[in-house]
């Protein structure tokens, strides 16, 4: 294991002075050299899978499967925003040839680098939302240099990742700052690299008390930066009767394996499901608790995690009218190092009086809020904040207009018949939500569109084809995708 | 002449109640209804532009060819946003078929409105950027309801303009509430707009103290919402020695006209030249000179621009080493209420020693800023602030890359071998530019990429053909641009 040095605030001035004389270097690199970078990235990451499984296994408790899954895909995020980059569709990039007759000059835009990006990586995701994640892939492949402050739930980890991305940017012959990988036992460090001046962009996932603090402390700058945070959501699902009927098991199956995978720890569990009080709902959850029942005991990511679920679940159970489902009252009496799923129960109306309940518990738990009718059920919705994803089970003749739209006012991700686990990279996924789900609604953290976060339009207006940057050249040398004159097209202009 | 009722912050609840009952309605409307209402705001701006220019002209002090070609540009603006929700470009539509190897689900992405918008208009454009500008446009494109503060500079403008918007919501069979306009007297009014929960963003154009004041309340919100000011530029124009020798006549013509075209009136006014000290840079200054003084005296908008300008412009003045350009001596001892475009001079060393030299000082006045040397251009050009536009006038072989380079790092728009002023509303038209120009770089003002500041993407996972939008169905009823598997089409889906 490789010892760990710990960066002060003291040194922030210098290690942002660092990023920002490699971010002019890589900006200047060209559009390819940004999707080389990624690909090496990737390979590099494959060529020590082994080695990075094994210690991200020992600092998390995920097991070797899942990891070696979420490996896999952060390889495939890198190639993919690699591919953004290759094909063109990062920059965005809109000709409009000049009009003799309106005076309109010639205008070329294309996204360009914000600058240096400071990302807080996940403690859920070693490699997915982490060090090589899906925040510095975004950042490289808009063109930015990164500073990642390492989660020191996974310090090793992060630690191996960085010192691959190190070898990559080598191997592609770019400045090694371009990555700076820092350790820090303090908020100070966090704060100071979020106030630098020199930092032009904030990502970070995690708590709601963690983002918000980075988005007010990057608001109140001098000169405010964009800060992305993907923060908590309870990820809500709608069940309604006829479905409860149709498809009792499989629903039951569906929603336990969302619950209790990975010991509930993805920013997309299910923590509230609601539906309609009556037999179907009984049945269902009698399945559910059953299934529930018979997942192992698991282990959380750390310590600090499973307190933080262990207080917010006792405090959920604690509230009025809330009960542990059925077969699980048991469990109530767990001791504490014990994780097991757990499903509580409570009335709509107790719900909507108790803004606690609204609360994501990280973690292995979900709360079933009963409803007394389909105007409860809108009313439950209504009151939501703002989500990751909304989840709705019906048959298609049993669906509210008015629960569905007040749904899609509330989610980044409207799912029919489906769980909200299973986040794909993809270019239409969105991950992303209303606040609190994210700071932004109108970004999202996964996808090729996340580079945007962290890229800016820029448009040339009247340069000579020669002095143009080689993406907005007329003969297009790059065959990039571009809007001209409107029409999408990969031709030269003549 | 319409007799103004004022609003008071206690009626904010009211307004924004029923302007978000309003925005439910719209929302179901669908995209093309929007593109029709944009029209018909168009159509019903024309069939009163005589009334309309007459009661501007009293009120603004422009004159009524400019405001003749200023509203001409609010309805082709309206129209062009109404092409952006009529081809699709508005909604920015991405589907990804099911993969049944990676087991990737049916995802459909589509871009929904934020909510209701609250638009503070600009007094120099009481057209274009107000009541009915590009902001009001743009968050009608979006889908979202608006909420107009009248500027006070132009009331009774703004009041018909909001009566011919009022109009035409009526024919397209909308809920007159989707466009409520307001005036208020105090800025609690304003303040309690963007602090009410249900606003969703705010459109501000106007002066760096208005728009960040504006920021830091939204962002000071329990739900932050976002904030789209312009602020100030001062659209620096950087001119190369070569330039100033092959086209000195040219030069002082187009940058004379830009200085003091509509009295200095323009977001891109050039409010700072800069270039090397030497023989070419003597000739062109009394070039420019004289042609400033043959410039008749100018009217401001209203008063209080008027005592602004005055003021910051003596204490510009008034700063160490700023001498007023040769000819316009005389100019120092002005009546304050004579406006006549300035030149004053300085030398690189003071300005970059004296940042209050780096504001803008709102009107017709320019800073000619004289550099010893190549580098000391750089130095300029690297202590500005965030730009809406820079400009660079060479010739080819002498343009510096370095210099260009950071200031494409400073603006949103980079000219060559031409003025700032003059924004033609098209796609590849970019409108903004790093803070302070704008509260999001990322963000543009003007043409239908404006449109995204208020919408966010929506992700439809699993969903029936017959439960999707219509913009989503597979046949493509509405015949709009869609990227499909990441290819553009407007095909149907098999």
Redesign the interface.
Known sequence: MNSIKYTDPGSVPQIMKRSVDAF?IY??AGIKKRAELLNAISNELGSISSELIEIAETETNLDPARLRAELKRTQFQLQSYGEACT?G?ALEI???LPKET????D???MR?P??PVVVFGASNFPFAYSTAGGDTASALAAGCSVIVKAHPAHAQTSQLVAEAIGKAIEYCGLPPDLFIHIHAHSFDTAHALVLHPLTSAVAFTGSYEGGKAL??LA?SRP????VFAEMGSVNPVFIMPGKMRSAQKELAQVLAASISQGAGQFCTQPGILAALEGEELHALEEELVMLLHEVPFQKMLHEGIERNFIDKKETALSQEGVEVARLDNELKNLKRSEIKPILATVSAKKYLENSLLHQEVFGPFSLLVRCASLVEMRQVAASLE?QLTASVFAD?GE?DQELT?IL??K????????VPT?V?V?????H?G???AT????F?AVGA?GI??F??????????D??LPDALKNSNPLQL?R?IN?M?SRDPID
Request: glycine share 14%; charged share 20%; with cysteine.
């Open positions: 002019h900006k200047g094909n569709s809109r000709i409009d309106s005076g309109q000059p205008l070329r835009k360009v914000l600058g988005f007010d608001s000169v405010p930066i964009p703002g298609p669906l739209s899609q006012g989610c980044g991700r409207f799912i029919y018949n489906g299973g794909t993809s270019g239409a996924m969105h992303g209303p606040f609190p700071t932004d609604s109108r999202s569109d945007k976060r890229s800016r339009p820029l448009c040339f207006q009247n340069w000579n020669e002095l995708l809007t409107d999408p």
